[in-house]
């Protein structure tokens, strides 16, 4: 999906890392646009037509088109011909591999129409999505709680960005994560305490390239479909699980009341503007 991924178990065994190495590999090639065989890109190039997918993809559609409703489309799944035309069509990781897309594909589009069936997903005409954010959230929830189920006391599992913990941490009290200062090297700009729970921060700075002599980004505004330009540069959020944290982190770019709203949804967050300067919502004190 384009990211890196880092494992912590505590308990555990070499051979449920082993495990949970496969798992994360196995999602990957579910999941990742970049993959010419997985199922996100055999969706993506049906054209209308009924795809057979793994269940756990069928659980990653359903979770996408839910986090769009919750959001009120501040995350958008169908955003990936924007974001391919912005530039992003080739890994980070690996530039062998590249995203496809058919003639058909376009933004904006309603998905609404979609069809799950089991494990047989269509998607109406036009209609492609982008699984890399919230697909490393939701990889991230599914691996925790893996571990956890394996007989693991605790995990942590970090999926570029998006962290989810479980179970017991290293020293018996608290998972203690760092946010990072987008502007120094190595240094935290904030810290949380979790006892359970996710935390994923989604960033203007990470993922950038030039596109005709101007800086763009990997986020796309789904008010303008065009690479974010605001005043935030970091958006993170503390929330039930890495999926869902990770979906209302793109509210944080183009919300004005965002750090009233994100609450509301049983969620904590914390942003960084472009001169450096902080906010939080009223509860993010609950875990620092």
């Known amino acids: 999906m384009g990211t890196?991924?880092?494992?912590?178990v505590v308990g555990g065994t070499e051979d449920l890392l082993d495990e949970l190495e496969r798992t994360a590999f196995h999602l990957q090639s579910l999941w990742s646009r970049f993959v010419g065989d997985s199922d996100i890109t055999r969706l993506n190039n049906a054209e209308g037509a009924p795809v057979t997918v793994n269940?756990?993809?069928?659980?990653?559609?359903?979770?996408?088109?839910?986090?769009?409703?919750?959001?009120?489309?501040?995350?958008?799944?169908?955003?990936?011909?924007?974001?391919?035309?912005?530039?992003?069509?080739?890994?980070?990781?690996?530039?062998?591999?590249?995203?496809?897309?058919?003639?058909?594909?376009?933004?904006?589009?309603?998905?609404?129409?979609?069809?799950?069936?089991?494990?047989?997903?269509?998607?109406?005409l036009g209609v492609t999505l982008d699984s890399g954010g919230i697909g490393k959230g939701i990889a991230a929830d599914i691996l925790t709680t893996m571990a956890i189920e394996r007989g693991a006391l605790g995990a942590l599992v970090e999926m570029g960005g998006d962290v989810r913990i479980g179970g017991t941490p290293?020293?018996?009290?608290?998972?203690?994560?760092?946010?990072?200062?987008?502007?120094?090297e190595a240094r935290s700009i904030a810290r949380v305490n979790l006892v359970d729970g996710a935390v994923a921060t989604s960033s203007t700075l990470k993922r950038v390239w030039d596109k005709n002599g101007k800086s763009v980004n990997h986020l796309i505004d789904v008010h303008t479909g065009e690479s974010m330009t605001t005043n935030v540069v970091t958006v993170s959020v503390i929330a039930?699980?890495?999926g869902i944290a990770e979906v209302i982190t793109k509210a944080g770019f183009t919300r004005r009341d965002f750090l009233e709203w994100?609450?509301?949804?049983?969620?904590a967050a914390f942003v960084v503007y472009r001169d450096g300067t902080t906010?939080?919502?009223v509860n993010w004190k609950d875990y620092s």
Do not use: C
């Open 4 to 8: 890196v991924a880092n494992l912590v």
């Open 170 to 184: 290293p020293d018996g009290t608290h998972w203690r994560i760092g946010i990072e200062d987008p502007y120094v």
């Open 262 to 267: 994100a609450p509301t949804l049983g969620a």
């Open 55 to 124: 269940p756990l993809t069928s659980k990653l559609v359903t979770e996408m088109l839910a986090a769009r409703m919750v959001t009120d489309g501040e995350y958008d799944p169908t955003i990936l011909p924007k974001l391919v035309a912005e530039g992003y069509a080739v890994s980070r990781v690996d530039p062998s591999q590249a995203t496809t897309l058919p003639a058909s594909a376009r933004w904006p589009i309603d998905p609404t129409g979609t069809v799950i069936e089991g494990n047989v997903v269509t998607l109406p």
């Open 240 to 242: 039930v699980s890495a």
């Open 279 to 281: 906010a939080q919502s």
